[in-house]
């Protein structure tokens, strides 16, 4: 699409596309989308104008976003979420251990360059969180017992 994305606009292509295709829209069983307005809007949302123009259609509404939030709601992962936040913070709040960091990585050619704040604002950037100390644990892991060594010196 290009342009707006209106809730109409989007109906209007999603009409195209059924009438293109020739699909029953009898057969259409689920919508899935980002929650934002355009999408949801009861009015002038893609979903309201769906239930407008086809109110027998039984369609159930699912939200990519809110589908996250009960997974990550359903799999309580805030003991692991915990110590993984408190261990970016170490790193990353004391400003000369992050630059030590850093160089460390820089120095073993580490995957990444760095690791990542977690905001439970945005807490889809939980998984990124978890795959970056993942993908440098082994780092992290050399970086701490070097800082360790060094300290009883």
Same mark, same amino acid.
């Given at each position: 699409?290009?342009?707006?994305?209106? !809730? *109409?606009?989007?109906?209007?292509?999603?009409?195209?596309?059924?009438?293109?295709?020739?699909?029953?829209?009898?057969?259409?069983?689920?919508?899935?989308?980002? !929650?934002?307005?355009?999408?949801?809007?009861?009015?002038? !949302?893609?979903?309201?104008?769906?239930?407008?123009?086809?109110?027998?259609?039984?369609?159930?509404?699912?939200?990519?976003?809110?589908?996250? *939030?009960?997974?990550?709601?359903?799999?309580?992962?805030?003991?692991?979420? #915990?110590?993984?936040?408190?261990?970016?913070?170490?790193?990353?709040?004391? !400003?000369?251990?992050?630059?030590?960091?850093?160089?460390?990585?820089?120095?073993?050619? *580490?995957?990444?360059?760095? #690791?990542?704040?977690?905001?439970?604002?945005?807490?889809?950037? *939980?998984?990124?969180?978890?795959?970056?100390?993942?993908?440098?644990?082994?780092?992290?892991?050399?970086?701490?017992?070097?800082?360790?060594? #060094?300290?009883?010196?």
């Amino acid at each position: 699409m290009k342009g707006t994305t209106t !809730g *109409a606009d989007i109906f209007c292509e999603f009409e195209n596309c059924i009438d293109k295709l020739r699909l029953p829209i009898d057969k259409l069983c689920n919508v899935t989308t980002d !929650g934002s307005p355009n999408m949801v809007g009861i009015n002038q !949302g893609f979903v309201g104008k769906f239930n407008s123009k086809y109110p027998e259609n039984d369609v159930f509404l699912h939200c990519l976003i809110h589908q996250d *939030a009960l997974c990550k709601s359903a799999l309580d992962i805030d003991h692991i979420l #915990n110590i993984v936040v408190k261990l970016v913070n170490m790193i990353r709040f004391r !400003g000369l251990l992050h630059r030590q960091f850093q160089q460390f990585l820089e120095s073993v050619h *580490a995957e990444h360059s760095d #690791n990542l704040y977690y905001s439970k604002v945005r807490w889809l950037s *939980a998984g990124k969180v978890f795959e970056r100390i993942w993908d440098l644990k082994d780092d992290i892991v050399n970086f701490l017992l070097d800082k360790e060594e #060094n300290s009883h010196e």
